[in-house]
């Protein structure tokens, strides 16, 4: 009798003793975006079919003293923020916004003004690495009693730079599909911190021009053309999550219908990492492991992950299949799996079910 983990990427998801681990790419283009409403602290400077220019104001953020394994560092804290840093980095908010793009464009951002305040020195508390481990007197299983959980704060590279974290004021990442609109995330960094000085350095007015330009080269894919379909149920998020909506109604686009996929296709190729339960015990699996593998990139659904355990019993010359619990350590609480994130599983060696 043997036993494997096996890791599986495609549009749906698995993981498996064999562990099968399955990914949706098209709920997790958008969903990881957290924003602020743009009535509140962000407003719309002007728009237009070419470039979109808005001003984020952020109220002073709370720094909190707190002591770590005997060392002193200032904990950053910032209402409606996301806290996306890698473990190790400075643990600094980040306000996301998302804009529609016209078809065949790309974003190019520009800080237009900024206003800065110098609020302390002091050292940013690092992004912790979450463990979580079972405690060596617990016999019984973890059905029993839970993992003992375990912070790790360790400084990375970016404590011993000489640069201003982050780098840049603004940025936006890869171009993202939600439904039939193109939408770039918007990274605005309200709070920075430079490790050289130990200030932490706010910026309570930041004004963001975004500039709409070709793509270079042909894009790639079936033609498209407009989509003017009514969809009801959706302007409400629309208006609430996209920047430069309903100007970006006009942005649809959806496939020529001779160029669409018929209603029954093959299934999705499946992509499987497999990794080894040399013994019984709790397991701790980081994205940026499985990243490495090349097997997907990009943020996942929890939703969309299920464990599942795959065993082979020579007995019966068979493989048979059950679906498993496991914990999602999710740091900045987006609901995906992305960086800085890790999961948690229960792994039995299969010689052991028979003691």
């Not at 996306?84 to 800080?111: C, H, R, S």
């Not at 996929?261 to 499987?272: G, I, K, N, S, Y």
């Amino acid at each position: 009798m043997g036993t494997e983990v096996r890791l599986q990427q495609r549009v749906g998801a698995k993981f498996g003793l064999g562990f099968l681990l399955f990914f949706s790419f098209c709920t997790a283009t958008v969903g990881r975006v957290a924003q602020a409403d743009p009535g509140t602290d962000v407003q719309r400077i002007s728009e237009s079919d070419e470039e979109v220019i808005f001003e984020l104001r952020a109220p002073r953020p709370e720094l909190i003293p707190v002591i770590v394994e005997g060392r002193d560092y200032l904990e950053v804290r910032l209402p409606d923020c996301t806290y996306p840093a890698a473990p190790g980095a400075p643990d600094l908010p980040v306000k996301e916004l998302l804009v529609a793009l016209p078809p065949g464009m790309e974003p190019v951002v520009t800080v237009l003004e900024s206003e800065t305040e110098i609020l302390a020195a002091g050292e940013v508390l690092p992004k912790p690495k979450q463990r979580y481990i079972l405690p060596p007197d617990n016999e019984l299983g973890i059905e029993d009693q839970l993992p003992a959980f375990q912070m790790e704060y360790v400084e990375g590279a970016a404590y011993e730079g000489h640069r201003i974290v982050p780098a840049q004021l603004v940025g936006s990442e890869f171009v993202r599909h939600w439904r039939h609109l193109r939408v770039a995330p918007i990274l605005v960094h309200p709070v920075r911190y430079d490790p050289q000085s130990g200030q932490v350095i706010w910026h309570p007015r930041i004004r963001v021009r975004v500039t709409f330009v070709r793509s270079d080269g042909e894009r790639s894919g079936p033609a498209e053309v407009p989509y003017p379909v009514s969809e009801p149920r959706w302007e409400k998020l629309f208006h609430e999550r996209i920047l430069n909506y309903p100007r970006a109604r006009a942005y649809k686009t959806s496939p020529r219908a001779a160029l669409r996929a018929p209603l029954w296709t093959e299934p999705d190729p499946v992509f499987e990492i497999r990794l080894a339960v040399d013994a019984t015990g709790i397991y701790e699996v980081d994205f940026e492991d499985l990243e490495t593998t090349g097997a997907f990139t990009g943020d996942l659904a929890w939703g969309d992950l299920k464990l599942v355990v795959r065993d082979y019993d020579d007995t019966e010359d068979e493989i048979s299949e059950s679906e498993a619990a496991f914990l999602a350590m999710d740091e900045d609480g987006d609901g995906f799996f992305g960086p800085g994130d890790a999961l948690i599983f229960y792994g039995q060696d299969a010689w052991e079910c028979f003691g």
